[in-house]
């Protein structure tokens, strides 16, 4: 049996080695080839180019590269048509890789393809579940309301589980370490701040997660605030965070192992956080949070032009709850968001309705299943069948 796998960037590395893996377990005859990055690399994937090529965002991260771009589109295509695999599975990145189908399909109308990830289209732009049916035969999703979604433009699609739900998570013993290590009382409040991790998220969640915090520090004076932070942005995330209460502590993601991320998650109380997948991280430590977003001011007009859903954290669309509360675009203010903060921290209704649709959220993506890896490898072989 012959694969080929596609990845443009390390989350779909991870997704797609631990496919790999399950294939690997289920077919003893199955070969692969692609493109991938160095945990794909690990379950015996020799990439056609580095992964690295693929891992850029907007238009002016294209734009210098769109030659580049367009040759490896075109190299990857005429790969698959010489190889002929068996079936080719393409893995998030859907700019690259449903180009790439696009061009293949042209000169093998029949070859099987499955897509790992379903497209948001739940939540704007639905006609690209139509446009991905061209090339598409079969989709994974993460998420266990989207097969729908997807069915209703012409594919087939499997829930297959989320990634988070395998990943560990810290106990009781490493969060009360966590807090002994960095001298943080057992008994002290403890505040995750999340701005989020790129430049113009911090630039923007920033002040006014320091001035909400300003407020929660003022009728809680004993909280303490850490703030976890990717290594290229630590030296951004201190100057960002000069001017905020309570001489926060920031963990670097570049010096500390990713243990004591998961221990922090697991002993703080309560999260102010940038709305996005960590929302899931959060849930998955059972750490009560409160969600924000900003995006630059035209960004936010078409967002809430396109918008098709009242909510955009996913803890909330899994649980179909509305427990967590969110404060996006002109809502995220100080005033507002600090009063959230300080009722989470306070125990009572609001932290019981979270805590109890997190746990809802984990069982629903799939916690304590069958492991999504195999659980999507079975639906690739299945898929195969029909």
């Not at 995220?332 to 209704?349: F, R, T, Y």
């Amino acid at each position: 049996m012959k694969v080929f796998v596609i990845a443009g960037e390390p989350s779909g590395d991870a997704l797609g080695a631990a496919l790999m893996e399950g294939l690997r377990s289920l077919r003893v005859d199955v070969d692969f080839a692609g493109v991938g990055g160095p945990l794909m690399a690990e379950q015996g994937l020799h990439s056609q180019f580095p992964m690295e090529e693929l891992s850029i965002m907007g238009l002016a991260g294209v734009l210098p590269k769109y030659r580049v771009l367009k040759r490896r589109i075109r190299q990857t295509a005429q790969a698959i048509t010489a190889q002929a695999p068996d079936v080719v599975v393409t893995i998030d990145s859907p700019d690259f890789c449903l180009r790439v189908l696009a061009q293949a399909r042209a000169a093998a109308p029949q070859l099987k393809t499955v897509h790992y990830v379903a497209p948001s289209v739940w939540a704007w732009r639905p006609k690209r579940a139509t446009k991905m049916a061209r090339v598409v035969d079969h989709v994974l999703a993460l998420l266990p309301f989207e097969p729908p979604y997807m069915e209703a433009a012409g594919m087939s699609c499997d829930f297959v589980g989320h990634p988070l739900t395998t990943e560990p998570v810290a106990s009781e013993a490493e969060a009360a370490a966590f807090r002994a290590t960095h001298g943080i009382a057992a008994d002290a409040p403890l505040i995750l701040a999340l701005p989020g991790s790129r430049k113009g998220e911090i630039e923007r969640l920033a002040p006014p997660f320091g001035a909400a915090l300003t407020q929660v520090l003022a009728a809680v004076p004993q909280a303490q605030i850490v703030v976890p932070s990717v290594g290229a942005r630590v030296a951004q995330m201190r100057a960002a965070l000069s001017h905020w209460p309570g001489a926060p502590l920031i963990l670097d993601a570049s010096s500390v192992p990713i243990a004591e991320k998961r221990a922090a998650f697991r002993a703080a109380d309560v999260a102010l956080a940038a709305s996005g997948t960590v929302s899931l991280e959060l849930a998955a430590a059972a750490t009560p949070m409160v969600i924000a977003g900003r995006m630059n001011a035209l960004s936010e007009m078409l967002m809430k032009r396109l918008l098709l859903i009242d909510t955009v954290t996913l803890v909330n669309l899994v649980s179909e709850t509305r427990a967590v509360a969110e404060f996006l675009g002109p809502d995220c203010i100080a005033e507002d968001m600090a009063p959230a903060v300080v009722a989470l921290l306070q125990g009572g209704a609001e932290r019981q309705a979270q805590l109890a649709a997190m746990e809802l959220t984990m069982e629903r993506l799939g916690r304590g299943g069958e492991a999504p890896g195999l659980r999507a490898a079975r639906s690739v072989l299945a898929a195969l069948e029909r």
